[in-house]
């Protein structure tokens, strides 16, 4: 059971936009800044969002991150074929004083 | 750009000692500002951090884990090392190091992995 609740999967069609929630408490998301990495199995995760809504070199603005109270949300749009991955959020957690992240969300472009 | 790769047997035996070697290429872990992590990720399921060094010798482990891990570095090679004692199937996993950076509070950088297997 992930700290961080993310839902286990969406689906949008190409061009589209799509949101992936990510809940916590006050001890991890409502204190702490929230990252976002996209991911696709044998590879390494890639940071897509750090600190809530800021993005690395080279990550399109078609990406976005927002962060309320105790819940994030990664919004991509203009959808791709190519943005087909597993998407995870992480913060730090103050009580725990661990780095936690959400269970991913696998997204699908139809 | 930093890059990093875990290295180390896939398969461990039920109560060894699993050991992972991560190098670290292109930045060195001597640098300030940044602390070098051991995250797992078990079949299925969702990542879980295990612990990390920084200024190449001081440590912070996950509490729930505390108790079987050690997290080491060598400068001279620019590598940092996980030791994970008396393992179980439970413990089988993709093992990832990772770099999280103070400057802009996030995990930045990743390996991609190893597979380990415990099994007999």
């Known amino acids: 059971q992930s700290v961080l609740t993310q839902p286990p999967s969406v689906s949008a069609t190409p061009g589209q936009k799509v949101t992936i929630s990510c809940s916590g408490s006050?001890?991890?998301?409502?204190?702490?800044?929230v990252s976002w990495y996209h991911h696709l199995p044998g590879t390494a995760p890639k940071l897509l969002i750090y600190?809530?809504?800021k993005r690395p070199s080279g990550i399109p603005d078609r990406l976005s991150g927002s962060k309320s109270g105790t819940s994030a949300t990664l919004g991509i749009t203009g959808l791709q074929t190519g943005d087909e991955a597993d998407y995870y959020c992480a913060t730090w957690d103050s009580s725990l004083s661990a780095w936690v992240f959400g269970g991913g969300t696998k997204l699908t472009v139809l | 750009q930093v890059q990093l790769q875990e290295s180390g047997p896939g398969l461990v035996k039920p109560s060894q000692t699993l050991s992972l070697t991560c190098t670290v290429s292109g930045g060195s872990i001597g640098s300030g500002g940044y602390s070098w992590n051991w995250i797992r990720q078990h079949p299925g399921k969702g990542l879980e951090w295990i612990g990390y060094?920084?200024?190449?010798?001081?440590?912070y482990y996950n509490p729930s884990l505390k108790s079987r891990i050690t997290i080491s570095a060598d400068k001279s090679k620019n590598q940092f090392s996980l030791k994970f004692s008396s393992v179980t199937a439970a413990d089988t996993a993709v093992y990832y190091c990772?770099?999280?950076?103070?400057?802009?509070?996030?995990?930045?950088?990743w390996g991609q992995g190893t597979q380990v297997t415990v099994s007999s």
């Open positions: 006050n001890s991890n998301i409502g204190t702490n800044y």
């Open positions: 600190e809530n809504n």
């Open positions: 990772a770099r999280d950076s103070a400057t802009i509070n996030s995990i930045d950088s």
């Open positions: 060094i920084y200024n190449s010798g001081n440590v």
